[in-house]
Every structure is written in C-alpha cells, then in structure tokens.
C-alpha cells in the first residue's frame, strides 16, 4: 500500500489528487492552509487512510513542524507531490516585490524545502518519487500581470532537473508536470478541468512509463512550445497590450 503526501491539498488539483489516491487504496497526508472539514474526506480519516495537517509551505518553520508530524507517526511517503503554489498578480501600476518574493517562497522554496527533508530518507531506502506540479507557462510567460509565477514555475523545473541529474543513479525520481490552465468545470479545448489533471497524473505515477517531463494538455502544450519562436514584441501586441 502506497503512502503519498500532497501538499496544497484542500482544493482544487491537490484535493482531487488526494481522492484519486485514496480510491486507490492509498494511504494520503495532506497538506494546505485550509480546515480539513472543508475537504469532504471524513470517512477517509475516520479509516485511518487520510492524515491532514494545516501548513503555510512559504513558512519553512511549519513546514519542519509538519515533518516531526509525520516523524512521530512513522509516515514515510513513497511520492511526494508537490503542488502547493499561489498565482497572485505582482504587476499592476507598479512591479510589487513582496508578492514576488512570497510566489517564491511558496511556488519554490516551499517545495525544495520537501526535497531538503526527505531526499536522505529516499536515498536511505534507494527509492521515493518527488513529483512537482510545475506549469506549461515555463516554456512562455503568457500571464497577465504576473511575473513571479512563471518565473518561480521555471526555476522549480530547472531546480528537478539538476536534481534528476545528480541523483540519476540513486533510484529517487524528481518528475515534472506541466499542466496547462486548470478550472473546477471546463467547456473548452483550451483548459482542463482539475478533476482531468489529477487523473492524467495518477496514471503516469502508477505506470511504468519512463519520462520525467509530462506536459498537457495537447493543445495548450502546442501554443506554448510554438509561441518560444514567435518574437517577444508579437507576444506583447497579441496577449498583454490593451485595445
């Protein structure tokens, strides 16, 4: 029996994350800032199969709080998600460098903060699986009004793959998932719904497939990869310009 830990956990992906592995016979600790009463898991947790702890991942000291949790209870995951991020806007008039910073606080270091915690444990037993949920916005940052999270985004998947590289031989995975837009409820090519995400990536985690890099949805993957070759002024007339 698998045991996960999903960070960002009390809504939208990592709360459909958390039900894909729990139905799958999985034991799962959930992390967010939320009241686990809001997550609908009561008969989980009353069956010993979900944990929960309320943790702010830009607070490095809750997130250590959360370890000796786990340390006590002698729960030592055998994937780690990683998907706790926030999206707030950094540029209006002005460029605001304390929502910067927190995007990063949380979007980056939050994570490696896992991987600083857990990698020994990993190496220890010659197994684990890091899995980061990253964004399709690393390959162009097409968001409006915000900088810190394509570029926290990109440097959580450069951070995975100089991980990947070191450790290569090491039996630990470091896995990226790029999604693209995510809504509760989608009617559009161009989106997923969260529901959607979480299922594509239980799959891949309980596969056997090989790759590392996971990007989708196919659409919005394509737009992406084909806007790096477009100029940076057409970028800017097409999608930020107002009309």
Not at 32 to 52: A, C, H, M, P, T
Not at 77 to 103: M, S
Request: charge should be positive.
């Amino acid at each position: 029996m698998k045991r996960v830990l999903i960070t960002g956990a009390s809504s939208g992906l990592g709360k459909c994350l958390a039900k894909e592995f729990l139905h799958s016979d999985c034991i799962v600790w959930g992390i967010g800032r939320r009241n686990v009463e809001e997550l609908g898991l009561n008969s989980d947790i009353q069956d010993g199969k979900f944990y929960y702890s309320i943790c702010d991942v830009s607070n490095q000291d809750e997130i250590k709080t959360v370890y000796s949790e786990m340390a006590e209870k002698h729960f030592l995951p055998d994937i780690i998600i990683l998907n706790a991020a926030i999206q707030e806007d950094d540029v209006g008039q002005d460029f605001n460098y304390q929502v910067f910073r927190k995007t990063f606080d949380t979007n980056l270091f939050g994570a490696i903060k896992f991987v600083e915690l857990f990698l020994p444990l990993f190496l220890a037993k010659k197994k684990g699986v890091f899995a980061a949920i990253s964004s399709l916005s690393t390959y162009r940052a097409l968001n409006n009004n915000k900088i810190g999270y394509p570029s926290s985004k990109a440097a959580l998947n450069m951070a995975f793959e100089s991980f990947r590289l070191q450790y290569a031989a090491k039996g630990v995975r470091f896995i990226i998932f790029n999604p693209g837009r995510m809504k509760e409820e989608s009617n559009s090519f161009l989106t997923i719904t969260f529901s959607k995400a979480a299922k594509t990536i239980f799959h891949h985690l309980n596969s056997n497939k090989s790759s590392n890099i996971v990007n989708f949805p196919l659409v919005p993957t394509s737009i992406f990869k084909i806007s790096q070759y477009l100029p940076d002024y057409l970028i800017s007339i097409i999608r930020f310009r107002e009309v």
